[in-house]
T-cell receptor, first 111, second 116 residues
Framework: KQEVTQIPAALSVPEGENLVLNCSFT??????LQWFRQDPGKGLTSLLL?????REQTSGRLNASLDKSSGRSTLYIAASQPGDSATYLC??????????FGKGTTLSVSS | GAVVSQHPSWVICKSGTSVKIECRSL??????MFWYRQFPKQSLMLMAT?????????EQGVEKDKFLINHASLTLSTLTVTSAHPEDSSFYIC????????????FGPGTRLTVT
C-alpha cells in the first residue's frame, strides 16, 4: 500500500528565500501526485497536480516535480512571502485508488 | 468548475447522538467519493471509499457500523456518525472523483465535528 513521507516536518525561513519541500512515496506505480496547502482550521487548497506522464508542473512561484523512478517529488517555492505560511501536504495515488497523504510540512515565513 | 460542498461546515452534538454529514458534487457527476478525517495537527486519513449504488469500502480500523456511508446518487454521499463519542471529534473531509479511475479528486471544505 502506498505510503507518503514528507521532510521536513516544519520549516522556518525569512521572507524572500527560495525553499524546497520534499515528498517521497513507496510505490513507483503512482498515477497522480498532488500538492495541497492547508491553513489552520481550514480545508485543502489544491496547488499543483502532476499526472503519471508528466515530470513537473508550474504555477506562479510554485514548481513541483515528480521522479517516479526514485519515488520523490519536490515543491519549490520561489521568493517566499509571509502569506505562504501554511501546512503543505503531498498526496499520491495509483489509478483508481484514493489519494494517500503525507503528514505535511508546516512552513513559517517571517517578515 | 469541479466544486464539492459539504454540509454542515461545523456541528456540535452530545455524546450518544448521531450526526449526518452531506457531501455534494455541484457541477459534475461523481461515481466515486472518498471520506477522510483529520485529527488536530495530523494529516488526512482515508476512512472509506464509496461508489454510487454500492456498499462503501472501509479502511482497516474504521468501524463500518459506526460510520455509515450512503452514496445514493451521482452527486451526493452522506456520512453518518452513529452514537458519537468525544473521541469522534475531528475534521471530516470528503472528496469526489469526476470520472473514471483516472479522474482528479476534488475536495470539499470539510466539516468540523465536536462531540460533548
Amino acid at each position: 500500500k502506498q505510503e507518503v513521507t514528507q521532510i521536513p516536518a516544519a520549516l522556518s525561513v525569512p521572507e524572500g528565500e527560495n525553499l524546497v519541500l520534499n515528498c517521497s512515496f513507496t510505490d513507483s506505480a503512482i498515477y497522480n501526485l498532488q500538492w495541497f496547502r492547508q491553513d489552520p482550521g481550514k480545508g485543502l487548497t489544491s496547488l499543483l497536480l502532476i499526472q503519471s506522464s508528466q515530470r513537473e508542473q508550474t504555477s506562479g512561484r510554485l514548481n513541483a516535480s515528480l521522479d517516479k523512478s526514485s519515488g520523490r517529488s519536490t515543491l519549490y517555492i520561489a521568493a517566499s512571502q509571509p502569506g505562504d505560511s501554511a501546512t503543505y501536504l503531498c498526496a499520491g495515488n495509483q489509478a483508481g485508488t484514493a489519494l494517500i497523504f503525507g503528514k505535511g510540512t508546516t512552513l513559517s515565513v517571517s517578515s | 468548475g469541479a466544486v464539492v460542498s459539504q454540509h454542515p461546515s461545523w456541528v456540535i452534538c452530545k455524546s450518544g447522538t448521531s450526526v449526518k454529514i452531506e457531501c455534494r458534487s455541484l457541477d459534475f457527476q461523481a461515481t466515486t467519493m472518498f471520506w477522510y478525517r483529520q485529527f488536530p495537527k495530523q494529516s488526512l486519513m482515508l476512512m472509506a471509499t464509496s461508489n454510487e449504488g454500492s456498499k462503501a469500502t472501509y479502511e482497516q480500523g474504521v468501524e463500518k457500523d459506526k460510520f455509515l456511508i450512503n452514496h445514493a446518487s451521482l452527486t451526493l454521499s452522506t456520512l453518518t456518525v452513529t452514537s458519537a463519542h468525544p473521541e469522534d471529534s475531528s475534521f471530516y473531509i470528503c472528496s469526489a472523483r469526476a470520472s473514471g479511475v483516472f479522474g482528479e479528486q476534488y475536495f470539499g471544505p470539510g466539516t468540523r465535528l465536536t462531540v460533548t
